[in-house]
């Protein structure tokens, strides 16, 4: 089978743009593989799970104000841990508790520092 000797510099030309495009496109054109669309997908989803449920915490973390103090004075790595034994975060599926009742945690306490 007889090749063109045009046809050389054409399929290395096709070839090289290919490359070139694919290499402009996951650098700086946004492009990502399924798995890392995946994960992002997945983080995205529990930002706006935590998001949709911080405000119910805060809701009942309103209705019982004798137990702020008690928010405020534990560490600030524990506050999660009193904000789940305090009950605030009972409707929330248990993969997300504990970053619910941390988000929970601050606007409360910042909540209280700014009143």
């Not at 290499?23 to 992002?40: C, I, K, L, Y």
């Not at 305090?86 to 945690?105: I, L």
Request: proline share 3%.
């Amino acid at each position: 089978m007889n090749i063109p000797t045009w046809a050389k510099p054409v399929a290395l030309g096709a070839a090289g743009g290919a490359v070139a495009t694919m290499v402009v496109g996951f650098a700086f054109g946004g492009w990502v593989t399924a798995g890392t669309a995946s994960t992002m997908q997945a983080n995205s989803a529990e930002a706006a799970i935590v998001q949709a449920f911080t405000p119910v915490c805060v809701a009942k973390a309103e209705q019982q104000p004798d137990k702020h103090a008690g928010l405020k004075d534990s560490s600030r790595w524990q506050r999660d841990t009193y904000v789940i034994e305090a009950g605030w975060v009972d409707n929330v599926k248990e993969a997300y508790k504990q970053q619910v009742a941390s988000a929970c945690a601050k606007v409360v306490v910042d909540g209280m520092e700014t009143s």
